[in-house]
Each structure stands twice: as structure tokens, then as C-alpha cells.
């Protein structure tokens, strides 16, 4: 594994390739969201269980709609105030799309905040991606942790993009029920709670 410009990431990316990329909160394993055997692969890079869904990177909203995820009011709200930020929003989707990152009617979208990211996801479309550790224990913060992390072997390589601040994302999860907080992270409960209103029973507490 190697150190990668801008463009090496792309090339690897569209080849159907994995690479680790600097995110505003930690590093990622991403690979192109249209490559189903490729998104496949990040699962077995990160030793992850089938079952425990991926994410998905976003460059703007534009790529929501050619995604056809369910994208409510609240959804847009939450989008305009925290977005680009660290916040993912999980909503509904479309059954082949959500099965094709591990989950079964929704998905987890997020558009982080890093100009680099942005430029990939640009050239390449939307990210399924993972942090860059081994599954179960801490992400890796720089490209300096990856290339000396065993795990990251079948990586073509990593964007070194400097130190990013190690603080995770929130996920928020939207239904027709309301909102609820599924893993707590940079963006506050309050914080989402002064633009949705309470928070739905059952949320992560």
C-alpha cells in the first residue's frame, strides 16, 4: 500500500479498487457505491459483519436524488444547518440499494466536511465507506496509522490529508415515527432537537 494524489485514488476507485480517505472525523475505507463487488470487498477488507450496515459519503444533495432515498422535510432541515458536517442521516431507500451495504430499508448518507473528499466523490459518485480500522477497535486518525496497520494490506492505498480530529459522527435516524439519536457523536441531541423538536422514545440514551 502507498501513499495516493488525488488522482491515483480516483483511478483506483473507478478500477473497482478500495482506498482509505481523510474525512472531517476520521480516516475512511471507501470504495465506488455503483460497484456492488467492490462495496462487497470493504466487508471482507475490515473483517465486518455482513449485517452491520455501511455508510454512504455524499458530495451534495444532488446525489440524493439519483440515489432515490427517501429524503423528507426533516431530512432537508437537518441537511441545511449541519451539512457539509458530521452528521449522518439514516432514511429510507430503495431494497437493492440499502441490501447492497448491509442493511434492509434504509441507508446512512453523510456529506463530511473535506474539500479533497469532496473532489473524489466529484469525479467517482457517491462512496459506500467504512473507518479505517480493524472492525472492533479504534479508526485511524492518518494516513501515518493506515499504511502501518496490517488490516489495510488489500488497500491500493490512502489521500494523506493531515490529522483529522478523531470525534465521530451522530447518527440520526428519521421515520415516519420521528427522530431518534443512534450513536451520539459531534452533533448534539440539542442541537438536532432546536430543528425537529423532541426526540422519539427509543433513541440511543
Not at 450496515?53 to 444532488?62: D, F, H, K, R
Not at 441507508?107 to 473532489?119: F, N, Q, S, T
Not at 499504511?147 to 491500493?156: D, G, I, R, V
Request: proline share 5%; aromatic share 4%.
Amino acid at each position: 500500500m502507498r501513499l495516493l494524489t488525488r488522482d491515483d485514488a480516483v483511478a483506483a476507485l473507478r478500477r473497482g479498487d478500495a482506498v482509505a480517505v481523510p474525512t472531517d472525523t476520521v480516516y475512511g475505507v471507501a470504495a465506488r457505491l455503483d460497484d456492488p463487488d467492490a462495496v462487497a470487498r470493504l466487508f471482507a477488507i475490515k473483517s465486518r459483519p455482513s449485517d452491520v450496515a455501511l455508510p454512504i459519503l455524499v458530495g451534495s444533495l444532488q446525489d440524493l436524488v439519483a440515489l432515490g432515498v427517501h429524503w423528507s422535510d426533516a431530512a432537508q432541515r437537518l441537511a441545511e444547518h449541519f451539512w457539509p458536517g458530521a452528521l449522518t442521516i439514516v432514511v429510507g431507500a430503495p431494497l437493492e440499494l440499502a441490501r447492497r451495504v448491509g442493511a434492509t430499508h434504509s441507508v446512512g448518507v453523510r456529506h463530511a466536511r473535506h474539500e479533497e473528499l469532496d473532489a473524489v466523490i466529484a469525479r467517482c459518485g457517491p462512496l459506500a465507506v467504512t473507518s479505517a480500522n480493524q472492525h472492533g477497535f479504534a479508526p485511524c486518525t492518518s494516513a501515518a496509522e493506515v499504511l502501518t496497520t496490517a488490516w489495510a494490506a488489500p488497500l491500493a492505498g490512502v489521500i494523506d490529508a493531515g490529522v483529522c480530529d478523531g470525534v465521530a459522527s451522530t447518527v440520526v435516524e428519521l421515520d415516519a415515527t420521528g427522530w431518534r439519536v443512534r450513536r451520539r457523536g459531534a452533533v448534539s441531541i440539542d442541537a438536532i432537537a432546536a430543528h425537529l423538536g423532541p426526540e422519539s422514545p427509543g433513541g440511543d440514551h
